[in-house]
T-cell receptor
Framework: DTEVTQTPKHLVMGMTNKKSLKCEQH?????MYWYKQKAKKPPELMFV???????INESVPSRFSPECPNSSLLNLHLHALQPEDSALYLC?????????????FGPGTRLLVL | DQQVKQNSPSLSVQEGRISILNCDYT??????FLWYKKYPAEGPTFLIS?????DKNEDGRFTVFLNKSAKHLSLHIVPSQPGDSAVYFC???????????????FGQGTILTVHP
């Protein structure tokens, strides 16, 4: 089983709203990731959590706030987003952190900021 | 600076024939390479990977070849099926700054269309 689930599938929010994206995996993976994908572009890494601790922040604006409540869950809290933040947000997980690990992706949350 | 490049935006193949997707990289510190398949509005699905200590890896209809000296890898799909029609991303990871971490760097993707 290599399933990563994400909720919601779609989200529309205004620039003053606060919302959260959720990601869950039950594979016992110890590394979890957030990626952002714009249309016709490849995914770009935002954050890496390693053993429930934030290990990489790819210079993401503070209006994106990740949280890892436990080893199975990963949240992305959104506040005061801009229209250019509209994108597909992908969560992924891997058995361990590190370079030679396969990352398994969830279906993504399609976000539209108005 | 695009460290992983897929120079063919699209590829069209007849059903039953071989599909060959290509990927080039520039960072010599990359040591693990993956191919993902992606349908619109869905997450990437892992297909196959290869470590830099190997030059070939097979899984069913999918074979990945790695040429480290040329910094080139390719994905072969034989035989191609209409259900293979999707965007294919090449991705790479490796040591950076003396630390191994799980950042995947993706190519721009190649749209594969398999005609019945």
């Amino acid at each position: 089983d290599t399933e990563v689930t994400q909720t919601p599938k779609h989200l529309v929010m205004g620039m003053t709203n606060k919302k959260s994206l959720k990601c869950e995996q039950h594979m016992g993976h110890r590394a979890m990731y957030w990626y952002k994908q714009k249309a016709k572009k490849p995914p770009e890494l935002m954050f890496v959590y390693s053993y429930e601790k934030l290990s990489i922040n790819e210079s993401v604006p503070s209006r994106f706030s990740p949280e890892c409540p436990n080893s199975s869950l990963l949240n992305l809290h959104l506040h005061a987003l801009q229209p250019e933040d509209s994108a597909l947000y992908l969560c992924a997980s891997s058995q361990d952190p590190g370079a030679q690990e396969t990352q398994y992706f969830g279906p993504g949350t399609r976000l539209l900021v108005l | 600076d695009q460290q992983v490049k897929q120079n063919s935006p699209s590829l069209s193949v007849q059903e039953g024939r071989i599909s060959i997707l290509n990927c080039d990289y520039t960072n010599s510190m990359f040591d693990y390479f993956l191919w993902y398949k992606k349908y619109p509005a869905e997450g990437p699905t892992f297909l196959i990977s290869i470590s830099s200590i190997k030059d070939k890896n097979e899984d069913g209809r999918f074979t990945v070849f790695l040429n480290k000296s040329a910094k080139h890898l390719s994905l072969h799909i034989v035989p191609s099926q209409p259900g293979d029609s999707a965007v294919y991303f090449c991705a790479a990871s490796g040591v950076a700054g003396g630390t191994s971490y799980g950042k995947l760097t993706f190519g721009q993707g190649t749209i594969l269309t398999v005609h019945p």
